[in-house]
């Protein structure tokens, strides 16, 4: 039986719990969660009738040793590293899938990357648009169509923490490295996050892939939440994205739907991680992806190299 600990059990690391539980083939499930406040809702999810195919169990506090076939990191940012370098001096996991942000310095990256090859680990960011089956149609209708451009509108959608999986779903649908990450047409300054000791960041933010390809993130400080996303090709056609309404609109005004898939709709993930044919974002493409939105960021809240950027 296929041994998974879930480290992280808030708002994300729930949804991986749905998901885990909706695997097809059972599996010994360790949910490590050290905020007691969240055992309510954890044990009322895994007494329902879904999770009777696998052994779950819920603990405060991470084990020091193993067996573990696939770790899942999903809490917030700052105590990640440190997590990992836990995992690969005792557990050893085979497959590693970890949130994002995901480090707040370079030097945390660096760590958790070196610590994971150490061990041999594979190890992948969970940017699940490239589960979609939406995003693969259309990468797979615009392969010869060049550079492929993106822009995303909308509010209150969480710029600080989310740009990284738009400046993933840029290389994934381009097949092209990310080259530059530009933070200077944020809005001055930030705003306290509602989750305790992270920031907001509003205004816009834009990237550059070495094949021309451009993003462009513009997040307002509205009321609403709102998200709209715009695929641009090198020969003027664009598609429009409504990913709440699960619908796309082509340039000539045709609309048909456009598939997503939540976190907790994908329990295909642990076990393409454990067989080594995921399709979130290799943990080498993350880490670039990563070094240069901090690098943007720590220019914009005036940190030096070594302080961490205050998003997750």
Same mark, same amino acid.
């Given at each position: 039986?296929?041994?998974?600990?879930?480290?992280?059990? @808030?708002?994300?690391? %729930?949804?991986?719990?749905?998901?885990?539980?909706?695997?097809?083939?059972?599996?010994?499930?360790?949910?490590?969660?050290?905020?007691? $406040?969240?055992?309510?809702?954890?044990?009322?999810?895994?007494?329902?009738?879904?999770?009777?195919?696998?052994?779950?169990?819920?603990?405060? $506090?991470?084990?020091?040793?193993?067996?573990?076939?696939?770790?899942?990191?999903?809490?917030?940012?700052?105590?990640?590293?440190?997590?990992?370098?836990?995992?690969?001096?005792?557990?050893?996991?085979?497959?590693?899938?970890?949130?994002?942000?995901?480090?707040?310095?370079?030097?945390?990256?660096?760590?958790?990357?070196?610590?994971?090859?150490?061990?041999?680990?594979? $190890?992948?960011?969970?940017?699940?648009?490239?589960? %979609?089956?939406?995003?693969?149609?259309?990468?797979?209708?615009?392969?010869?169509?060049?550079?492929?451009?993106?822009?995303?509108?909308?509010?209150?959608?969480?710029?600080?923490?989310?740009?990284?999986? %738009?400046?993933?779903?840029?290389?994934?649908?381009?097949?092209?490295?990310?080259?530059?990450?530009?933070?200077?047409?944020?809005?001055?300054?930030?705003?306290?996050?509602?989750?305790?000791?992270?920031?907001?960041?509003?205004?816009?933010?834009?990237?550059?892939?070495?094949?021309? $390809?451009?993003?462009?993130?513009?997040?307002?400080?509205?009321?609403?939440?709102?998200?709209?996303?715009?695929?641009?090709?090198?020969?003027?056609?664009?598609?429009?994205?409504?990913?709440? @309404?699960?619908?796309?609109?082509?340039?000539?005004?045709?609309?048909?739907?456009?598939?997503?898939?939540?976190?907790?709709?994908?329990?295909?993930?642990?076990?393409?991680?454990?067989?080594?044919?995921?399709?979130?974002?290799?943990?080498?493409?993350?880490?670039?992806?990563?070094?240069?939105?901090?690098?943007?960021?720590?220019?914009? %809240?005036?940190?030096?190299?070594?302080?961490?950027?205050?998003?997750?």
């Amino acid at each position: 039986m296929t041994t998974i600990w879930l480290i992280g059990c @808030g708002n994300i690391g %729930f949804r991986h719990l749905q998901a885990m539980l909706a695997m097809p083939e059972p599996a010994d499930i360790l949910i490590i969660e050290p905020a007691e $406040a969240l055992h309510a809702r954890i044990t009322t999810e895994i007494a329902k009738p879904q999770a009777a195919a696998h052994r779950v169990s819920l603990v405060a $506090a991470m084990p020091p040793s193993g067996p573990v076939d696939l770790a899942v990191v999903a809490t917030s940012a700052p105590p990640r590293a440190a997590i990992v370098r836990a995992l690969t001096e005792g557990p050893r996991p085979r497959a590693v899938v970890l949130e994002k942000v995901l480090a707040q310095t370079d030097a945390e990256l660096q760590s958790m990357a070196a610590d994971l090859a150490a061990i041999g680990s594979t $190890a992948h960011v969970n940017c699940p648009r490239r589960y %979609f089956p939406g995003y693969q149609k259309l990468r797979a209708a615009l392969a010869k169509a060049g550079p492929l451009s993106i822009e995303v509108t909308g509010s209150q959608f969480g710029l600080g923490s989310n740009a990284v999986h %738009f400046l993933d779903l840029l290389e994934y649908l381009n097949d092209s490295t990310l080259t530059l990450v530009d933070a200077t047409g944020l809005d001055k300054g930030s705003r306290d996050s509602k989750r305790a000791g992270f920031q907001e960041i509003y205004g816009t933010l834009e990237a550059r892939l070495a094949n021309g $390809a451009g993003l462009r993130v513009t997040c307002a400080d509205e009321p609403e939440l709102v998200l709209h996303l715009k695929v641009s090709t090198a020969d003027g056609r664009s598609f429009t994205i409504d990913e709440a @309404g699960s619908r796309i609109t082509g340039h000539e005004g045709e609309a048909e739907t456009f598939e997503i898939r939540f976190v907790s709709q994908i329990p295909e993930i642990y076990a393409d991680a454990l067989a080594g044919h995921c399709d979130l974002t290799p943990m080498a493409d993350s880490l670039r992806q990563h070094a240069l939105y901090l690098g943007a960021l720590r220019s914009h %809240f005036g940190l030096a190299s070594d302080q961490p950027v205050p998003v997750s």
